[in-house]
T-cell receptor
Framework: DSGVTQTPKHLITATGQRVTLRCSPR?????VYWYQQSLDQGLQFLIQ???????AKGNILERFSAQQFPDLHSELNLSSLELGDSALYFC??????????FGQGTRLTVV | DQQVKQNSPSLSVQEGRISILNCDYT??????FLWYKKYPAEGPTFLIS?????DKNEDGRFTVFLNKSAKHLSLHIVPSQPGDSAVYFCAASVTDSWGKLQFGAGTQVVVTP
């Protein structure tokens, strides 16, 4: 158990819809990262938050957004969903340096 | 633009023997390298890391070697055990961007009895 909690574990939704994925980082970790793993793209960095502030951005679509709340949990919002958004979405956390610890992921299926 | 490459998608090794996983990178700014292990339906689990100021780091059965001039790193698992069967990802980052990891495509390791 990495200490990073992601909910829900599975999500099935229709194209055009909007979903919110939730992540609770390890106790004491200030940084939260979101990654997407799809079959053809592998693990791709999406975005990082550190203590509530956006720190780094990767290949995140404009239809996607994230935030980190004062209690340090984070949410990833995916809107206008397309079939190609079906993937595993991982959250990871770290104290701000060193290795990142990953949650078990949310499997999103867009039908 | 694949900055971290794992060219072997799979590796089969006998229990008790050495597993050697390879990883190449192209971005000379990378200065921190990690290996993660992943089982199906689970998130990646951190295994071992190495900073660019070192050329070797050891942790139990796992040793990572870094050759900066060749932009190459490898993970050695000795001895291999059936529980080591998983997908192994190489990842790299720049110190100023902790956690913004560039991952390789992964190598599926199967340890046979």
């Amino acid at each position: 158990d990495s200490g990073v909690t992601q909910t829900p574990k599975h999500l099935i939704t229709a194209t055009g819809q909007r979903v919110t994925l939730r992540c609770s980082p390890r106790s004491g970790d200030l940084s939260v990262y979101w990654y997407q793993q799809s079959l053809d793209q592998g693990l791709q960095f999406l975005i990082q938050y550190y203590n509530g502030e956006e720190r780094a951005k990767g290949n995140i679509l404009e239809r996607f957004s994230a935030q980190q709340f004062p209690d340090l949990h984070s949410e990833l919002n995916l809107s206008s969903l397309e079939l190609g958004d079906s993937a595993l979405y991982f959250c990871a956390s770290s104290p701000g340096y060193g290795e990142a610890f990953f949650g078990q992921g949310t499997r999103l299926t867009v039908v | 633009d694949q900055q971290v490459k794992q060219n072997s998608p799979s590796l089969s090794v006998q229990e008790g023997r050495i597993s050697i996983l390879n990883c190449d990178y192209t971005n000379s700014m990378f200065d921190y390298f990690l290996w993660y292990k992943k089982y199906p339906a689970e998130g990646p689990t951190f295994l071992i890391s190495i900073s660019s100021i070192k050329d070797k780091n050891e942790d139990g059965r796992f040793t990572v070697f870094l050759n900066k001039s060749a932009k190459h790193l490898s993970l050695h698992i000795v001895p291999s055990q059936p529980g080591d069967s998983a997908v192994y990802f190489c990842a790299a980052s720049v110190t100023d961007s902790w956690g913004k990891l560039q991952f390789g495509a992964g190598t599926q390791v199967v340890v046979t009895p």
